[in-house]
T-cell receptor
Framework: AQSVTQLGSHVSVSEGALVLLRCNYS??????LFWYVQYPNQGLQLLLK??????LVKGINGFEAEFKKSETSFHLTKPSAHMSDAAEYFC??????????????FGAGTRLAVHP | GAVVSQHPSRVICKSGTSVKIECRSL??????MFWYRQFPKQSLMLMAT?????????EQGVEKDKFLINHASLTLSTLTVTSAHPEDSSFYIC???????????FGSGTRLTVV
């Protein structure tokens, strides 16, 4: 069965420091891959996704992620953290399919704290 | 892009009563909707998948008679928590997708508190 693992339930960085949130998936066929951000008591906002094409994907708010098939990874990075980046981040996967999207499977989430 | 409206954003109900949560796609026709539940400091767990005009498919361990899902139109899906109990208190989020969309769109969530 499809699954996704986020290493590190909590990550703390200084403002201006590099942000690295890890995500690994388990499936023989690379799935579609997503990163979402969630602020308290809110829904999910898409940061970026990988479906096909270039393996380095750029998203909103300066985030990017690189799909590495050999490592079954899709880690999220941002060169310089802002205080406003403090939130919960979820990596999610869904199997490749024609005719639309299947259900999303979420990782456990990583809470990012940014301190001055 | 797609816009999804979820109501109410917060609801408090008494134990034993039922609560209905609505998920509306405002600017497109959603053939598929998903309902998730999120407990505090936890991830989203898929409860069920609903396709317009057919019965919802529930995930293992989710009681279909307790969590009634109706997807009667391409723009509206409802989740009714029947005979709610305190352990049903959670954050419920809907998500929609369609072949015309390039991914998923999420509602803003509903915080249910059962007292």
């Amino acid at each position: 069965a499809q699954s996704v693992t986020q290493l590190g339930s909590h990550v703390s960085v200084s403002e201006g420091a590099l942000v690295l949130l890890r995500c690994n998936y388990s499936s023989s066929v690379p799935p579609y891959l997503f990163w979402y951000v969630q602020y308290p008591n809110q829904g999910l906002q898409l940061l970026l996704k990988y479906t096909t094409g270039a393996t380095l994907v750029k998203g909103i708010n300066g985030f990017e992620a690189e799909f590495k098939k050999s490592e079954t990874s899709f880690h999220l990075t941002k060169p310089s953290a802002h205080m406003s980046d403090a939130a919960e981040y979820f990596c999610a996967v869904t199997p490749r399919a024609s005719g639309g999207y299947n259900k999303l499977i979420f990782g456990a989430g990583t809470r990012l704290a940014v301190h001055p | 892009g797609a816009v999804v409206s979820q109501h109410p954003s917060r609801v408090i109900c008494k134990s034993g009563t039922s609560v209905k949560i609505e998920c509306r796609s405002l600017d497109f026709q959603a053939t598929t909707m998903f309902w998730y539940r999120q407990f505090p400091k936890q991830s989203l767990m898929l409860m069920a998948t609903s396709n317009e005009g057919s019965k919802a498919t529930y995930e293992q361990g989710v009681e279909k008679d307790k969590f009634l899902i109706n997807h009667a139109s391409l723009t509206l899906s409802t989740l009714t928590v029947t005979s709610a109990h305190p352990e049903d208190s959670s954050f419920y989020i809907c998500s929609v997708t369609d072949i015309t969309l390039d991914g998923y769109t999420f509602g803003s969530g509903t915080r249910l508190t059962v007292v």
